[in-house]
């Protein structure tokens, strides 16, 4: 079946440095990226989102790049801070509105 | 303040006790699901509803029901649960093809 999975389920990243986390998708058709953030004991929070019409989008320290020809989705963070700790989930938006989730990336920030 | 509500936050309960959690969001959006997580598996769609007494599996559906009378409310029902039901599931809901939001989480443990 189609699915969205993350290459490394964790990073470990020096406190002040740049963090990218990776994300491969199966389903071509695939129109609508989302990345999220969970923290311990909270539900998914949106970081960023990218539209497949785009390759690229920035928000506030975090790029999203998507590569439509060889299906990858990363996240980038710049500056990564000890609050960044958290489990990243990448989603893609197939048929029907559905939401397909990756099995998550642990990233711990090293001070 | 847009939210998804879920209640109860923490449940144990025993097998084959029918048990209701119970979902709302205050943001008139058409699209509800429900989703489970588990170590190592990401999210996993259990049910979804596009709008008012339409619903549909998602890919885990066996073992639970859930009901859309109402915009606001998405309930998710566990008849006879089991302990292979234990998880920690969550609520979201989203207006077309945008993000998702989510609820804070119900970590069900199933004795």
């Known amino acids: 079946g189609e699915s969205v999975g993350l290459h490394l389920p964790t990073l470990s990243v020096q406190e002040g440095d740049n963090s990218i986390i990776n994300c491969a998708y199966s389903?071509?058709?695939?129109?609508?990226f989302i990345w999220y953030k969970q923290e311990s004991g909270k539900g998914p929070q949106f970081i960023i989102d990218i539209r497949s019409n785009m390759d690229k989008r920035q928000g506030q320290r975090v790029t999203v790049l998507l590569n439509k020809t060889v299906k990858h989705l990363s996240l980038q963070i710049a500056a990564t801070q000890p609050g960044d700790s958290a489990v990243y989930f990448c989603a893609e938006n197939s048929n029907d509105y559905k939401l397909s989730f990756g099995a998550g990336t642990t990233v711990t920030v090293r001070a | 303040e847009a939210q998804v509500t879920q209640n109860p936050r923490y449940l144990i309960t025993v097998t084959g006790k029918k048990l209701t959690v119970t979902c709302s969001q205050n943001?008139?959006?058409?699209?509800m699901s429900w989703y489970r997580q588990d170590p190592g598996l990401g999210l996993r769609q259990i049910y979804y509803s596009m709008n008012v007494e339409v619903t549909d599996k998602g890919d885990v559906p066996e073992g639970y029901k859930v009901s859309r009378k109402e915009k606001r409310n998405f309930p998710l029902i566990l008849e006879s649960p089991s302990p292979n039901q234990t998880s920690l599931y969550f609520c979201a809901s989203r207006k077309g093809n945008t993000e998702a939001f989510f609820g804070q989480g119900t970590r069900l443990t199933v004795v």
């Open positions: 943001m008139n959006h058409e699209y």
């Open positions: 389903n071509s058709a695939s129109d609508y």
